[in-house]
């Protein structure tokens, strides 16, 4: 091998591990998505990676959890997705479901019981 091509093949090794350096780097971004809030006797999260709902009630007050979700990058109510139902306090429910990669979910909770619907908050991840 001549001077020449050994500096050409150092060149094109340099050049495939800067090109994969940023692969790499490129695929930090798309991290597992995942948000979790409190609210007054309730937790709820969201986990991208298996699109993973958690809910837990954590009062004993008759009011059961649920997550209303609807995807705000196409428009589709998913309706009623995951609550504690009829379960006593303290209880956990985890809900798996297929969402579509990369959109961006708006997730609804209420409590539910006693004849009323209370609306505790919303928020936003990425499945």
Request: net charge positive; glycine share 14%; proline share 2%.
């Amino acid at each position: 091998m001549t001077k020449g091509e050994r500096v050409r093949t150092r060149g094109v090794v340099s050049v495939a591990a800067a090109i994969g350096a940023l692969g790499l780097l490129a695929g930090a971004g798309t991290a597992e998505a995942s948000s979790s809030h409190t609210y007054s006797g309730s937790k709820v999260s969201f986990t991208g990676s298996g699109d993973t709902i958690t809910v837990k009630d954590t009062r004993g007050d008759g009011y059961g959890v649920w997550v209303f979700v609807d995807d705000q990058t196409n428009g589709k109510n998913y309706a009623l997705q995951c609550g504690s139902g009829t379960h006593k306090a303290p209880a956990t429910v985890r809900c798996v479901r297929n969402y579509p990669e990369g959109h961006k979910m708006r997730f609804v909770t209420y409590l539910r019981g006693k004849g009323k619907e209370i609306s505790q908050g919303q928020f936003t991840a990425r499945a």
